[in-house]
């Protein structure tokens, strides 16, 4: 599994007071991106997701999710989805979810599975491929 | 190493402290563990090829075009990448060179120069 898989483990015990200011705010958000991404490597071995998709795709579905509310300035809000993606990424560790779960909800997403992105897209305008993805472009 | 990385871990053995024989002339004959500095900054050019390898993993997660010209001083955030970008970059190298790279140390990256040096030194720490 590897040292790095082993160093975001040991975070799952904690549980965290609420965030004084927007700067601790953020800086918890760095931490909880540290660590979804270093236990990448154990989630992609626990559900065979090898041939499906590899760490750098898992790695920007996480970072676009947490973009998608980045527009957020209250440290409760902050900490409330913090709260949220913390519990998610416990429960995938955890092996609690399903590979179709994971497949569903990260590899293919909102979008079409992500490496099969490609000829059939080109000709729709960007206009509808954002507004298809978020509220917010 | 152990107190580098993580500053609140107390030390449960003191250092050795050099006992000095009274009337003894004054000679050492042991040898006092090298403390390596906290946070060395390596200030020799790291290799070209780690650069290069760098610059890939910044343009791949920018989506820059593949001409642009990521030298070593380029700046991140020059290039386009805000601070989430600048941390998916960090764990990109982390996973490229599988090494583990601390909280202060990230926050000091601004550049691809600093990037590399970084790794250089992890990786020697590693090996050695």
């Known amino acids: 599994m590897g040292e790095r898989a082993a160093a975001a483990s040991l975070k799952f015990v904690t549980v965290q007071a609420n965030s004084a200011s927007l700067a601790e705010a953020r800086a918890r958000v760095f931490e909880f991106f540290k660590t979804t991404c270093r236990s990448i490597p154990t989630v992609m071995e626990i559900y065979n997701l090898q041939d ?5 795709q898992l790695r920007s579905a996480v970072s676009s999710e947490i973009r998608r509310h980045a527009h957020i300035t209250n440290p409760k809000v ?13 429960n995938i560790v955890q092996h609690s979810k399903q590979r179709h779960h994971i497949i569903g909800q990260y590899v293919v997403g909102q979008r079409g599975l992500v490496h099969d992105l490609g000829t059939k897209d080109e000709g729709t305008s960007d206009f509808l491929k954002n507004f298809y993805r978020s509220n917010y472009f | 190493m152990a107190a580098a990385s993580a500053s609140s871990f107390i030390p449960l053995k003191p250092r050795p402290t050099p006992r000095v024989k009274l009337g003894a002339p004054q000679s050492f004959s042991f040898r006092r563990p090298a403390l390596a500095p906290a946070r ?3 200030s020799c050019v790291a290799k070209p090829e780690t650069v290069e390898k760098v610059a890939k993993v910044v343009k791949k997660q920018l989506a820059l ?8 001083d380029s700046k991140f955030a020059a290039l386009g990448a805000d601070s989430l970008d600048t941390v998916e970059i960090v764990m990109g190298l982390e996973e490229e060179f599988d090494i583990s790279v601390e909280e202060d140390s990230a926050q000091s990256i601004a550049t691809v120069q600093d990037a590399a040096d970084l790794i250089e030194e992890l990786v020697r720490k590693k090996c050695a």
């Open chain 2, 40 to 42: 060395l900054r390596i």
């Open chain 1, 52 to 56: 499906v998709v590899n760490e750098s």
């Open chain 2, 65 to 72: 075009p593949a001409e642009t010209l990521v030298t070593g």
């Open chain 1, 78 to 90: 902050i900490d409330m989805l913090l709260q949220k993606g913390t519990e998610e990424l416990h």
